[in-house]
């Protein structure tokens, strides 16, 4: 009797659960503090290898649409062509091309993130994926943190106001948290 265990059996498909899952970003307003905004639809799948993560493949999207920064103005001005233009790059996207494991729970997941018409390789240092659970409806799920830092300048996102003290009124780093839950899809 063979004691391989079956691809099949190691590779499990998640689905992204939108409405316990956030993507968050983090910049400099005016040199002196950030501002803080999300996006509030998030889905995409997971792809997970149990017997080698590193086998693992996720895929995200976001509707650029739904940023939220608690300011209508701004976050109008953010959906302009000023910003990330929504109108012509409705989705934000990102495909992993590499996992690497760091530690028992750390990992690094290499991908492609396009915004804004531009992709560009990112590493998203990433915490999980937590151990499986049964939610009180029946479903297997599990969580994933993850955060990279990125220069919105190299996605084409240059609008900046100069201030009249010198500096600028929009930082160019940005930095990324997602915390995303998961439930397994139905066999």
Avoid: Y
């Amino acid at each position: 009797m063979s004691t391989a265990v079956s691809t099949e059996v190691a590779i499990s498909t998640w689905n992204i659960d939108p409405t316990h899952s956030t993507a968050q970003f983090k910049v400099k307003h005016m040199m002196i503090s950030n501002v803080k905004g999300e996006f509030t639809h998030i889905n995409g799948t997971l792809n997970l290898n149990s017997i080698d993560i590193t086998r693992s493949l996720i895929e995200a999207s976001i509707d650029a649409s739904t940023i939220n920064t608690r300011e209508a103005q701004r976050d109008a001005h953010l959906k302009s062509a000023d910003f990330f233009d929504v109108e012509k790059f409705p989705t934000l996207t990102f495909r992993s091309t590499r996992v690497s494991r760091r530690s028992a729970v750390e990992l690094e997941v290499e991908g492609e993130l396009t915004m804004h018409g531009v992709t560009r390789n990112v590493t998203f240092e990433a915490v999980g994926p937590t151990a499986p659970i049964k939610d009180p409806w029946g479903n297997t799920r599990l969580g994933l943190s993850a955060t990279t830092h990125i220069d919105r300048k190299d996605f084409g996102l240059a609008w900046n106001g100069t201030l009249e003290a010198g500096g600028i009124l929009v930082g160019e780093q940005v930095a990324i948290t997602l915390d995303v839950e998961f439930v397994k899809a139905k066999a």
